[in-house]
């Protein structure tokens, strides 16, 4: 029989408190992923990813900023104890600070799928930078590696368009 996980939800919080780490994988299948972020006060990327996203806020309030299909940017506002929806391949940056904690459920990469990580000038908004991975282990917190790449290279921070150099937050 396979494990049939139940999470002690305020357990996890005390661990993701008091370790520093952001996110805690609780399960991970090809149809269904959940884990448990903290919230990253320097997040100022877009993840572009073809799974549907669902996020329950139990403790403070995300700012859940998104670019609409002619890229213009809009932001959600889901307070503590609200639930959100966010369909795949829409461009999104959920905001929140980090003693703020969401529980978020997507479904596993499939085969040949490739997560985008997109940064856009503070000054003119053209894409300055995309990064590109293979999502095949959340464990691996795709998103901090993908911000050492970026903020690291001076190039990829510097606005072709404009000149403007975005700053590590
Ligand atoms: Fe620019």
């Known amino acids: 029989m396979r ?4 999470i002690d939800l305020p357990t996890v919080v005390r661990e993701l408190a008091e370790s520093g780490k ?13 884990f448990f972020a903290r919230g990253r006060e320097y997040r100022s990327e ?7 996203e669902f996020t329950y806020m139990i403790k403070g309030t995300m700012n859940l900023h998104f ?8 932001i959600l506002v889901s307070p503590e104890g609200s639930t959100n929806f966010m369909p795949g391949n829409v461009p999104h940056s959920p905001r929140f600070p980090p003693d703020a904690f969401a529980l978020i459920l997507e479904r596993g990469r499939r085969e040949g799928e490739v997560d985008r990580f997109q940064w856009f000038c503070p000054g003119c908004d053209s894409l300055l930078h995309e990064e590109r991975a293979v999502v095949d282990d959340y464990r691996k ?3 901090s590696r993908t911000y050492s790449n970026f903020f690291e290279n ?3 921070c510097t606005c072709k368009k404009c000149g403007n150099v975005m700053a590590m937050p």
Request: charged letters at 35%; hydrophobic letters at 35%; aromatic letters at 8%.
């Open 3 to 6: 494990e049939m996980p139940v």
């Open 22 to 34: 952001r996110v805690k994988v609780l399960w991970q299948e090809p149809d269904s992923l959940a």
């Open 46 to 52: 877009f993840h572009v990813n073809a799974s549907d």
């Open 67 to 74: 670019r609409d299909e002619n890229g213009k940017e809009g």
């Open 141 to 143: 917190d795709f998103v």
């Open 154 to 156: 001076e190039k990829h």
